[in-house]
T-cell receptor, first 111, second 116 residues
Framework: KAGVTQTPRYLIKTRGQQVTLSCSPI?????VSWYQQTPGQGLQFLFE???????NKGNFPGRFSGRQFSNSRSEMNVSTLELGDSALYLC??????????FGEGSRLTVL | AQTVTQSQPEMSVQEAETVTLSCTYD???????LFWYKQPPSRQMILVIR??????QNATENRFSVNFQKAAKSFSLKISDSQLGDAAMYFC?????????????FGKGTKLSVIP
């Protein structure tokens, strides 16, 4: 069974640009959540989607948005990039409350 | 809001020895899950062990075991017979069962080094 797949793995953007990250969950998993990981703030919850509906959202500005498609694939978008958005963005999928399965992450560098 | 605290930013252990990583959490809820996740350098995060709060028995997975003290809100991870492959960041995480969300709240992590 394929794991959680995130693309792209690495990307470099400049301030003011926007970026879209993609996540394909494990087959059959309907819950997809996103986390931002930085050395200073650690792992912070961005949002969670379940059956195409945003079920929960973390404390991030409106520049951070996401969506989930009918096949459970999810995308997150960050507009008007700032230097502080440089981070590892992790996607995780879940079948139920027991465990999250994480992808390898998308490492974003903002110059 | 729930908080998770890992008070040991870094720890080290000799190969084949035992090490215990600490985690405390703050919650007013009675039903929840606790997790330990492992994140090796430049590799994906994987689940080490899980504990349901309603279970009194401490979870065990091979060389990994937890000491779950619900009243004290403490959830430590013991790694026995440490191996070089155990070197990683370890994150303690909390999940509420009352919100309908699968959101995890993570601690800041403990970086574990294994000395040959």
């Amino acid at each position: 069974k394929a794991g959680v797949t995130q693309t792209p793995r690495y990307l470099i953007k400049t301030r003011g640009q926007q970026v879209t990250l993609s996540c394909s969950p494990i087959s059959g998993h309907r819950s997809v959540s996103w986390y931002q990981q930085t050395p200073g703030q650690g792992l912070q919850f961005l949002f969670e989607y379940f059956s195409e509906t945003q079920r929960n959202k973390g404390n991030f500005p409106g520049r951070f948005s996401g969506r989930q498609f009918s096949n459970s694939r999810s995308e997150m978008n960050v507009s008007t990039l700032e230097l502080g958005d440089s981070a590892l963005y992790l996607c995780a999928s879940s079948l139920g409350p027991g465990e999250l399965f994480f992808g390898e992450g998308s490492r974003l560098t903002v110059l | 809001a729930q908080t998770v605290t890992q008070s040991q930013p870094e720890m080290s252990v000799q190969e084949a020895e035992t090490v215990t990583l600490s985690c405390t959490y703050d919650t007013s809820e009675s039903d929840y899950y606790l997790f330990w996740y492992k994140q090796p350098p430049s590799r994906q995060m994987i689940l080490v062990i899980r504990q349901e709060a309603y279970k009194q028995q401490n979870a065990t997975e091979n060389r990994f075991s937890v000491n779950f003290q619900k009243a004290a809100k403490s959830f430590s991870l013991k790694i026995s017979d440490s191996q070089l492959g155990d070197a990683a960041m370890y994150f303690c995480a909390y999940r509420s069962l009352g919100t309908g969300s699968y959101q995890l709240t993570f601690g800041k992590g403990t970086k574990l080094s294994v000395i040959p």
